[in-house]
C-alpha cells in the first residue's frame, strides 16, 4: 500500500542478450512493460474497459524463474480461481540472471465472464513470486 509498483521494459539489441534471448518461448514486443519482482501477497490493479459483455479467455505473457500462482479479482470481488504460473526456467541458460527473462505466453489460463464498460482488476501474486507479467489479453469466445 505504501510502495510502487516494480516496473521494467523488455531491452533488446544488447551485448548480453536480455529479452531477445534464444531461450524465449515467444519473443515479446520491444520496450514493452512489466510488472517484475514480484512477491507473493503483492498485488495492482489494471482498469479495463470491456467494449462487449460476454466470455473471454485470458492469456497472459510472463516470465517466471520458480513458477507459482496469481490470481484476478474484477471489482474487489474474485473473478478467477489460482491460476498456475508455468516456470519459464531453462538449465540450458548459463547467464544466471537471464532466467528471469525467458518469454512465454500462458495461452487459456482463465475464462471470465466480463460486463461491458470500465473495470478494475487487482492481480494477486498467490505463491512463489518472482515472476515478470507483461501484459492480459482477453480474447472474447
Do not use: C
Not at 93 to 102: G, L, M, N
Request: glycine share 8%; no cysteine; charged share 20%.
Amino acid at each position: 500500500m505504501h510502495e510502487g509498483v516494480d516496473i521494467s521494459y523488455t531491452k533488446f539489441k544488447r551485448q548480453t542478450q536480455i529479452d531477445d534471448n534464444p531461450y524465449d518461448l515467444v519473443t515479446p514486443p520491444s520496450g514493452q512493460l512489466y510488472v517484475g519482482w514480484t512477491e507473493p501477497g503483492e498485488w495492482f490493479n489494471l482498469t479495463v474497459n470491456v467494449k462487449r459483455a460476454g466470455r473471454y479467455a485470458v492469456d497472459l505473457l510472463y516470465t517466471s524463474n520458480r513458477g507459482g500462482t496469481i490470481s484476478l479479482d474484477r471489482n474487489r470481488e474474485p473473478l478467477t480461481q489460482p491460476i498456475t504460473i508455468i516456470s519459464t526456467k531453462n538449465g540450458q541458460d548459463s547467464v544466471a540472471w537471464r532466467q528471469w527473462h525467458h518469454w512465454n505466453i500462458l495461452r487459456d489460463a482463465a475464462e471470465v465472464d466480463l460486463p461491458k464498460g470500465t473495470s478494475v482488476f487487482t492481480v494477486h501474486i498467490l505463491t512463489q513470486g518472482n515472476m515478470n507479467l507483461a501484459f492480459f489479453d482477453f480474447r472474447y469466445q
